[in-house]
Protein backbone atom coordinates (compact mmCIF):
# COMPACT_ATOMS: atom_id res chain seq x y z
CA UNK A 1 0.00 0.00 0.00
CA UNK A 2 0.96 3.38 -0.67
CA UNK A 3 0.10 5.57 2.06
CA UNK A 4 -0.23 5.01 5.71
CA UNK A 5 -2.66 2.07 6.98
CA UNK A 6 -4.80 1.56 9.78
CA UNK A 7 -7.46 -1.20 11.27
CA UNK A 8 -10.61 -0.66 12.16
CA UNK A 9 -11.82 -3.95 13.96
CA UNK A 10 -15.55 -4.08 14.42
CA UNK A 11 -18.38 -6.81 14.63
CA UNK A 12 -21.96 -7.24 13.10
CA UNK A 13 -23.88 -7.55 15.99
CA UNK A 14 -26.45 -4.78 15.23
CA UNK A 15 -25.71 -2.40 12.49
CA UNK A 16 -24.38 0.37 14.32
CA UNK A 17 -20.79 -0.70 15.31
CA UNK A 18 -20.40 -1.12 11.34
CA UNK A 19 -21.88 2.29 10.18
CA UNK A 20 -19.54 3.98 12.78
CA UNK A 21 -16.23 1.88 11.49
CA UNK A 22 -17.43 2.79 7.49
CA UNK A 23 -17.59 6.49 8.88
CA UNK A 24 -14.25 6.01 10.04
CA UNK A 25 -13.12 4.64 7.22
CA UNK A 26 -13.85 7.38 4.80
CA UNK A 27 -12.53 9.96 7.51
CA UNK A 28 -9.15 8.16 7.33
CA UNK A 29 -9.40 7.82 3.57
CA UNK A 30 -10.14 11.83 3.11
CA UNK A 31 -6.50 12.56 5.52
CA UNK A 32 -4.51 10.65 2.98
CA UNK A 33 -4.77 6.83 4.84
CA UNK A 34 -5.67 3.10 3.25
CA UNK A 35 -7.68 1.75 6.25
CA UNK A 36 -8.87 -1.50 6.72
CA UNK A 37 -11.72 -2.81 8.24
CA UNK A 38 -12.14 -6.18 9.80
CA UNK A 39 -15.18 -7.97 11.27
CA UNK A 40 -12.38 -10.04 13.54
CA UNK A 41 -15.10 -12.46 14.83
CA UNK A 42 -16.68 -13.05 11.57
CA UNK A 43 -13.43 -13.50 9.79
CA UNK A 44 -12.06 -16.19 12.73
CA UNK A 45 -14.89 -18.12 13.24
CA UNK A 46 -17.36 -17.49 10.43
CA UNK A 47 -19.87 -20.52 11.26
CA UNK A 48 -19.92 -19.55 15.06
CA UNK A 49 -20.45 -15.77 14.13
CA UNK A 50 -23.50 -16.25 12.00
CA UNK A 51 -25.10 -18.55 14.61
CA UNK A 52 -24.80 -16.44 17.46
CA UNK A 53 -25.87 -13.13 14.35
CA UNK A 54 -28.77 -14.61 14.33
CA UNK A 55 -29.47 -15.83 17.88
CA UNK A 56 -28.62 -11.99 18.53
CA UNK A 57 -31.24 -10.48 16.42
CA UNK A 58 -34.07 -12.89 17.53
CA UNK A 59 -33.45 -12.00 21.18
CA UNK A 60 -34.89 -8.43 19.80
CA UNK A 61 -38.22 -10.34 19.15
CA UNK A 62 -38.39 -13.51 21.12
CA UNK A 63 -35.61 -13.46 23.86
CA UNK A 64 -35.98 -9.92 25.64
CA UNK A 65 -35.86 -11.64 29.14
CA UNK A 66 -32.67 -13.52 27.93
CA UNK A 67 -31.31 -10.46 26.84
CA UNK A 68 -32.08 -8.53 30.41
CA UNK A 69 -30.25 -10.64 32.33
CA UNK A 70 -27.87 -11.50 29.75
CA UNK A 71 -26.83 -7.53 29.59
CA UNK A 72 -27.56 -6.76 33.42
CA UNK A 73 -25.91 -9.77 34.22
CA UNK A 74 -22.45 -9.97 32.99
CA UNK A 75 -22.61 -6.09 33.92
CA UNK A 76 -22.47 -7.24 37.70
CA UNK A 77 -19.47 -9.29 36.64
CA UNK A 78 -16.10 -7.75 36.97
CA UNK A 79 -14.90 -5.91 33.60
CA UNK A 80 -11.19 -7.40 33.78
CA UNK A 81 -12.85 -10.79 34.11
CA UNK A 82 -15.09 -10.20 30.75
CA UNK A 83 -12.03 -9.31 28.79
CA UNK A 84 -9.68 -11.55 30.18
CA UNK A 85 -12.53 -14.23 28.87
CA UNK A 86 -12.27 -12.95 25.48
CA UNK A 87 -8.68 -12.07 24.82
CA UNK A 88 -7.65 -15.48 22.66
CA UNK A 89 -10.79 -14.61 20.87
CA UNK A 90 -9.46 -13.81 16.79
CA UNK A 91 -5.56 -13.54 17.87
CA UNK A 92 -5.02 -15.55 14.88
CA UNK A 93 -6.49 -13.66 12.00
CA UNK A 94 -5.19 -10.16 13.85
CA UNK A 95 -1.93 -10.99 13.63
CA UNK A 96 -2.38 -11.89 9.81
CA UNK A 97 -3.58 -8.32 9.63
CA UNK A 98 -1.12 -6.83 11.63
CA UNK A 99 1.73 -8.60 9.28
CA UNK A 100 -0.03 -8.12 6.41
CA UNK A 101 -0.90 -4.09 6.39
CA UNK A 102 1.10 -2.92 9.11
CA UNK A 103 -1.12 -0.38 10.84
CA UNK A 104 -0.27 3.14 12.38
CA UNK A 105 -2.90 3.06 14.72
CA UNK A 106 -6.06 0.66 15.71
CA UNK A 107 -9.88 1.38 16.28
CA UNK A 108 -12.16 -0.29 17.61
CA UNK A 109 -16.00 0.00 16.93
CA UNK A 110 -16.77 -2.91 19.19
CA UNK A 111 -15.07 -4.24 22.57
CA UNK A 112 -12.59 -6.82 20.76
CA UNK A 113 -10.06 -7.75 23.40
CA UNK A 114 -7.80 -9.25 21.19
CA UNK A 115 -6.51 -6.54 19.98
CA UNK A 116 -5.06 -4.84 23.21
CA UNK A 117 -3.76 -8.03 24.63
CA UNK A 118 -2.38 -8.85 21.16
CA UNK A 119 -0.01 -5.62 20.99
CA UNK A 120 1.22 -5.84 24.76
CA UNK A 121 2.45 -9.27 24.51
CA UNK A 122 4.10 -9.17 21.16
CA UNK A 123 5.51 -5.96 21.95
CA UNK A 124 4.35 -4.14 19.29
CA UNK A 125 3.75 -0.20 19.49
CA UNK A 126 0.72 0.17 17.88
CA UNK A 127 -1.60 2.21 19.76
CA UNK A 128 -5.28 1.19 20.18
CA UNK A 129 -8.38 3.18 20.46
CA UNK A 130 -12.25 2.50 21.50
CA UNK A 131 -15.39 4.50 20.19
CA UNK A 132 -18.12 3.58 22.14
CA UNK A 133 -20.97 3.71 20.23
CA UNK A 134 -24.06 4.03 22.71
CA UNK A 135 -24.79 6.91 25.43
CA UNK A 136 -24.19 4.22 27.85
CA UNK A 137 -21.23 2.14 29.16
CA UNK A 138 -21.09 -1.56 29.89
CA UNK A 139 -17.87 -2.69 31.14
CA UNK A 140 -17.04 -5.42 28.73
CA UNK A 141 -15.99 -1.99 26.56
CA UNK A 142 -13.17 -1.44 29.27
CA UNK A 143 -9.78 -2.63 29.16
CA UNK A 144 -6.72 -1.14 30.72
CA UNK A 145 -4.61 -1.64 27.69
CA UNK A 146 -6.72 0.54 25.47
CA UNK A 147 -4.91 4.06 25.09
CA UNK A 148 -7.78 6.66 24.40
CA UNK A 149 -11.61 5.94 24.67
CA UNK A 150 -13.65 8.25 22.06
CA UNK A 151 -17.18 8.47 24.05
CA UNK A 152 -20.63 10.04 22.62
CA UNK A 153 -21.58 12.37 26.43
CA UNK A 154 -19.81 13.39 29.48
CA UNK A 155 -22.44 11.22 31.42
CA UNK A 156 -20.01 8.16 29.62
CA UNK A 157 -17.21 9.73 30.13
CA UNK A 158 -17.92 9.43 34.03
CA UNK A 159 -18.59 5.87 33.80
CA UNK A 160 -15.44 5.47 32.42
CA UNK A 161 -13.83 7.23 35.43
CA UNK A 162 -15.46 5.46 37.49
CA UNK A 163 -13.98 2.35 36.43
CA UNK A 164 -10.17 4.33 37.08
CA UNK A 165 -10.04 5.44 33.23
CA UNK A 166 -7.75 7.99 33.53
CA UNK A 167 -9.48 11.66 31.83
CA UNK A 168 -6.70 12.38 29.62
CA UNK A 169 -7.62 9.11 28.01
CA UNK A 170 -10.63 9.83 27.65
CA UNK A 171 -12.32 12.63 24.51
CA UNK A 172 -16.05 13.35 24.41
CA UNK A 173 -16.05 13.16 20.58
CA UNK A 174 -19.89 12.09 19.86
CA UNK A 175 -20.78 9.30 18.10
CA UNK A 176 -19.07 9.14 14.42
CA UNK A 177 -21.90 9.22 11.86
CA UNK A 178 -21.96 10.11 7.95
CA UNK A 179 -21.16 13.58 6.99
CA UNK A 180 -24.49 13.91 4.98
CA UNK A 181 -25.94 14.50 8.39
CA UNK A 182 -24.31 17.25 9.09
CA UNK A 183 -24.67 19.43 5.26
CA UNK A 184 -27.43 21.37 4.32
CA UNK A 185 -30.39 19.22 2.46
CA UNK A 186 -32.77 20.05 0.16
CA UNK A 187 -35.90 18.68 1.62
CA UNK A 188 -37.98 19.34 -1.73
CA UNK A 189 -35.76 17.02 -3.88
CA UNK A 190 -37.19 14.44 -1.22
CA UNK A 191 -40.69 15.19 -1.05
CA UNK A 192 -40.47 14.77 -4.65
CA UNK A 193 -38.45 11.54 -4.97
CA UNK A 194 -41.08 9.72 -2.46
CA UNK A 195 -44.02 11.91 -3.13
CA UNK A 196 -45.02 13.63 0.06
CA UNK A 197 -46.88 16.65 0.47
CA UNK A 198 -45.33 19.00 2.85
CA UNK A 199 -48.32 20.00 3.54
CA UNK A 200 -49.39 17.41 5.93
CA UNK A 201 -47.24 16.16 8.92
CA UNK A 202 -44.80 13.46 8.22
CA UNK A 203 -44.16 10.26 10.89
CA UNK A 204 -41.52 8.03 9.88
CA UNK A 205 -41.16 4.67 11.27
CA UNK A 206 -38.16 3.39 11.49
CA UNK A 207 -37.77 -0.35 12.12
CA UNK A 208 -33.99 -0.48 11.84
CA UNK A 209 -31.33 -2.22 9.60
CA UNK A 210 -32.71 -5.51 10.40
CA UNK A 211 -36.74 -4.70 10.95
CA UNK A 212 -37.29 -5.75 14.67
CA UNK A 213 -39.03 -2.66 15.75
CA UNK A 214 -41.83 -4.86 17.36
CA UNK A 215 -45.98 -4.16 16.43
CA UNK A 216 -45.14 -2.06 13.74
CA UNK A 217 -48.55 -2.60 11.61
CA UNK A 218 -50.60 -1.66 14.71
CA UNK A 219 -48.62 1.12 14.74
CA UNK A 220 -48.86 2.04 11.39
CA UNK A 221 -52.70 1.34 10.82
CA UNK A 222 -53.08 3.31 14.46
CA UNK A 223 -51.38 6.32 12.55
CA UNK A 224 -53.36 6.21 9.45
CA UNK A 225 -56.44 6.71 11.29
CA UNK A 226 -55.31 10.74 11.44
CA UNK A 227 -56.22 12.02 7.81
CA UNK A 228 -53.74 14.91 8.51
CA UNK A 229 -50.55 11.98 8.58
CA UNK A 230 -48.47 11.20 6.25
CA UNK A 231 -46.39 7.57 7.13
CA UNK A 232 -42.92 6.63 6.05
CA UNK A 233 -42.28 3.20 7.24
CA UNK A 234 -38.71 1.76 6.59
CA UNK A 235 -38.77 -2.10 6.80
CA UNK A 236 -34.77 -2.61 6.23
CA UNK A 237 -33.49 -5.97 5.19
CA UNK A 238 -36.68 -7.44 6.84
CA UNK A 239 -38.41 -9.28 4.09
CA UNK A 240 -41.38 -10.40 5.94
CA UNK A 241 -41.86 -6.92 7.79
CA UNK A 242 -42.16 -5.62 4.42
CA UNK A 243 -44.80 -8.09 2.87
CA UNK A 244 -46.75 -7.90 5.94
CA UNK A 245 -46.90 -3.68 6.05
CA UNK A 246 -47.56 -4.11 1.78
CA UNK A 247 -51.49 -3.84 1.99
CA UNK A 248 -51.25 -0.82 3.64
CA UNK A 249 -49.96 1.20 0.83
CA UNK A 250 -52.93 0.10 -1.43
CA UNK A 251 -55.60 0.56 1.22
CA UNK A 252 -53.54 4.49 1.99
CA UNK A 253 -51.81 5.34 -1.29
CA UNK A 254 -51.97 9.07 -0.83
CA UNK A 255 -50.21 8.43 2.73
CA UNK A 256 -48.61 6.12 3.21
CA UNK A 257 -45.13 5.07 2.11
CA UNK A 258 -43.25 1.53 2.36
CA UNK A 259 -39.90 1.53 1.82
CA UNK A 260 -37.22 -1.02 2.21
CA UNK A 261 -33.37 -0.18 3.71
CA UNK A 262 -32.29 3.11 2.53
CA UNK A 263 -29.08 4.74 2.15
CA UNK A 264 -29.93 8.39 1.54
CA UNK A 265 -32.00 8.26 5.00
CA UNK A 266 -30.81 11.80 5.83
CA UNK A 267 -33.28 13.27 3.06
CA UNK A 268 -36.46 11.28 5.02
CA UNK A 269 -35.51 12.46 8.59
CA UNK A 270 -35.05 16.15 7.44
CA UNK A 271 -38.69 15.82 5.81
CA UNK A 272 -40.07 13.72 9.22
CA UNK A 273 -42.30 15.64 11.35
CA UNK A 274 -41.03 12.72 13.87
CA UNK A 275 -39.75 9.67 14.29
CA UNK A 276 -40.55 6.43 15.77
CA UNK A 277 -38.18 4.22 16.52
CA UNK A 278 -35.60 1.83 18.35
CA UNK A 279 -33.14 3.94 20.50
CA UNK A 280 -29.39 2.17 18.84
CA UNK A 281 -26.63 4.92 19.64
CA UNK A 282 -26.22 5.83 15.73
CA UNK A 283 -29.87 6.40 14.79
CA UNK A 284 -29.78 8.65 17.99
CA UNK A 285 -26.84 10.55 16.59
CA UNK A 286 -28.45 10.95 13.24
CA UNK A 287 -32.08 12.32 14.71
CA UNK A 288 -29.88 14.51 17.15
CA UNK A 289 -27.82 15.95 14.11
CA UNK A 290 -30.88 17.08 12.25
CA UNK A 291 -32.90 17.81 15.72
CA UNK A 292 -35.80 15.56 14.74
CA UNK A 293 -38.24 14.80 17.19
CA UNK A 294 -38.27 11.50 18.92
CA UNK A 295 -40.02 8.77 19.99
CA UNK A 296 -38.37 5.44 21.51
CA UNK A 297 -40.82 2.41 20.89
CA UNK A 298 -40.87 0.07 23.24
CA UNK A 299 -36.88 0.08 24.04
CA UNK A 300 -35.16 -2.89 24.80
CA UNK A 301 -33.82 -3.51 28.52
CA UNK A 302 -29.75 -3.39 27.80
CA UNK A 303 -28.31 -0.61 25.74
CA UNK A 304 -31.75 0.30 24.18
CA UNK A 305 -33.04 1.08 27.64
CA UNK A 306 -30.23 3.00 28.82
CA UNK A 307 -29.74 5.09 25.72
CA UNK A 308 -33.56 5.61 26.06
CA UNK A 309 -33.44 7.06 29.63
CA UNK A 310 -30.35 9.29 28.42
CA UNK A 311 -31.74 11.12 25.94
CA UNK A 312 -35.57 11.27 27.94
CA UNK A 313 -33.90 12.68 30.81
CA UNK A 314 -32.28 15.96 28.55
CA UNK A 315 -35.91 16.11 27.31
CA UNK A 316 -34.47 14.90 23.90
CA UNK A 317 -36.84 12.17 23.08
CA UNK A 318 -40.26 10.36 24.43
CA UNK A 319 -39.79 6.83 25.49
CA UNK A 320 -43.42 5.01 25.15
CA UNK A 321 -44.31 1.20 26.05
CA UNK A 322 -46.75 0.62 24.03
CA UNK A 323 -48.58 1.41 20.10
CA UNK A 324 -51.22 3.08 22.03
CA UNK A 325 -48.88 5.33 24.21
CA UNK A 326 -46.45 5.81 21.12
CA UNK A 327 -49.48 7.25 18.88
CA UNK A 328 -50.03 9.85 21.65
CA UNK A 329 -46.68 10.68 21.50
CA UNK A 330 -46.95 11.44 18.60
CA UNK A 331 -50.47 13.75 18.11
CA UNK A 332 -48.62 15.50 22.13
CA UNK A 333 -45.71 16.56 19.79
CA UNK A 334 -47.44 17.43 16.46
CA UNK A 335 -50.05 19.69 18.52
CA UNK A 336 -47.59 21.17 21.10
CA UNK A 337 -45.11 23.33 19.42
CA UNK A 338 -43.65 24.49 23.08
CA UNK A 339 -42.95 20.77 23.77
CA UNK A 340 -41.26 20.02 20.09
CA UNK A 341 -39.00 23.40 20.06
CA UNK A 342 -37.89 22.33 23.31
CA UNK A 343 -37.04 18.63 22.12
CA UNK A 344 -34.93 19.74 19.25
CA UNK A 345 -33.13 22.63 21.72
CA UNK A 346 -32.43 19.46 23.67
CA UNK A 347 -31.31 17.52 20.30
CA UNK A 348 -28.98 20.28 19.49
CA UNK A 349 -27.89 20.43 22.59
CA UNK A 350 -26.75 16.58 22.39
CA UNK A 351 -25.36 16.71 19.79
CA UNK A 352 -21.51 16.80 18.87
CA UNK A 353 -20.13 18.04 15.34
CA UNK A 354 -17.58 16.27 13.24
CA UNK A 355 -17.08 13.59 15.56
CA UNK A 356 -15.32 11.50 12.76
CA UNK A 357 -12.81 14.28 12.62
CA UNK A 358 -12.14 15.10 16.03
CA UNK A 359 -11.01 10.97 16.50
CA UNK A 360 -9.30 10.47 13.56
CA UNK A 361 -7.61 13.84 14.04
CA UNK A 362 -6.41 12.81 17.79
CA UNK A 363 -5.42 9.05 16.68
CA UNK A 364 -3.04 10.69 13.77
CA UNK A 365 -1.84 13.34 16.03
CA UNK A 366 -0.67 10.62 18.75
CA UNK A 367 0.97 8.63 16.24
CA UNK A 368 3.36 11.52 15.65
CA UNK A 369 4.53 12.12 18.34
CA UNK A 370 7.98 11.30 19.07
CA UNK A 371 7.40 8.63 22.21
CA UNK A 372 4.67 6.83 19.84
CA UNK A 373 6.34 5.02 16.95
CA UNK A 374 4.66 1.69 15.66
CA UNK A 375 7.02 -1.52 14.96
CA UNK A 376 6.77 -0.74 11.27
CA UNK A 377 7.32 2.62 10.93
Known sequence: MSGPTTLILTARYGSGHLKAANVLFHELQQKGFEPVISDLFGESYPAF????????????????????????????????????FS????????????????????????????????????????????????????????????????????????????????????TVSGIPIRPEFEMPIHKETFYQKY???????VITVLSGAFGVLKNVKELCQLLLNHPDFQIIAISGYNENLYELLMPLTLLFPKSFRLLRYVEDIQGLFAISDCIITKPGGITLTEAAALQVPLILHNPLPGQEGENAVCFSRKGAALVSRSVIESVEHVKTLLQNKEKTQNMKKALKNTFIQLSASTIIDHAIEQVRQPACKTLYR
Open 49 to 84: STITQSLFMKSFSYGSSFYKWFYYGTNKLNSKGLSQ
Open 87 to 170: RYLGRKRLLELIHEHQPNFIILTFPLHAAPFLIKKAQYSIPTYTVITDYCLHPYWINPLIDHYFVGSESVKSSLLKYKIAENRI
Open 195 to 201: NISPQKK
